[in-house]
T-cell receptor, first 114, second 114 residues
């Protein structure tokens, strides 16, 4: 069965510091992987997606993620955190079957300290 | 209007009430979804519609009744809810069914059952 694990329900960084949000997946076949961001009182917004082309995927707002098959990971990074990055981030894996399911991780709340 | 819209944004209802949540997508998509987001739990997929046909019912109690009259509109009819049904209900759409298509989310309806 496919699943997603996000390590750390809360991550705190200083403004200007590196952001690293971890995501590991479990899948018997090559997955499609997504990162979404949710700002307070809003829905989820797609940051980026991996679709088996380039392993390093660039997204919006300066975020990027690298697909590492050997580590079954898809960690999200940003070189320099801004206060506006404070939000909850969700990693998701797409099932390669006849369903249309996205399996979401439990989310990581990013706190940015001034 | 652009993207995915949801109304109302907030709803408080008693356990004996009947209410409906509305979702509208302005993206020309063919698939629509209802999710439930509760505190400290991963997003739960409730229903999936593709070309106005329900293709997924994720063991949701019958007190939740979806309706998709056309590919742009999705409703969630609520009746005799329980306090544990209080949550953020998110609607999403995607271009088509299939694992390659990212989902676009609305802002959600915050439901409180008293």
């Amino acid at each position: 069965a496919q699943s997603v694990t996000q390590l750390g329900s809360h991550v705190s960084v200083s403004e200007g510091a590196l952001v690293l949000l971890r995501c590991n997946y479990s899948s018997s076949v090559p997955p499609y992987l997504f990162w979404y961001v949710q700002y307070p009182n809003q829905g989820l917004q797609l940051l980026l997606k991996y679709t088996s082309a380039a392993t390093l995927v660039k997204g919006i707002n300066g975020f990027e993620a690298e697909f590492k098959k050997s580590e079954t990971s898809f960690h999200l990074t940003k070189p320099s955190a801004h206060m506006s990055d404070a939000a909850e981030y969700f990693c998701a894996v797409s099932l390669m079957d006849s369903s249309y399911k996205l399996i979401f991780g439990s989310g990581t709340r990013l706190l940015v300290r001034p | 209007e652009t993207g995915v819209t949801q109304t109302p944004r907030h709803l408080v209802m008693g356990m004996t009430n009947k209410k409906s949540l509305k979702c509208e997508q302005h993206l020309g998509h063919n698939a629509m979804y209802w999710y439930k987001q509760s505190a400290k739990k991963p997003l739960e997929l409730m229903f999936v519609y593709s070309l106005e046909e329900r293709v997924e019912n994720n063991s949701v109690p019958s007190r939740f009744s979806p309706e998709c009259p056309n590919s742009s509109h999705l409703f969630l009819h609520l009746h005799t809810l329980q306090p544990e049904d209080s949550a953020l209900y998110l609607c999403a759409s995607s271009q088509d069914r299939g694992y390659t298509y990212e989902q676009y989310f609305g802002p959600g309806t915050r439901l409180t059952v008293t």
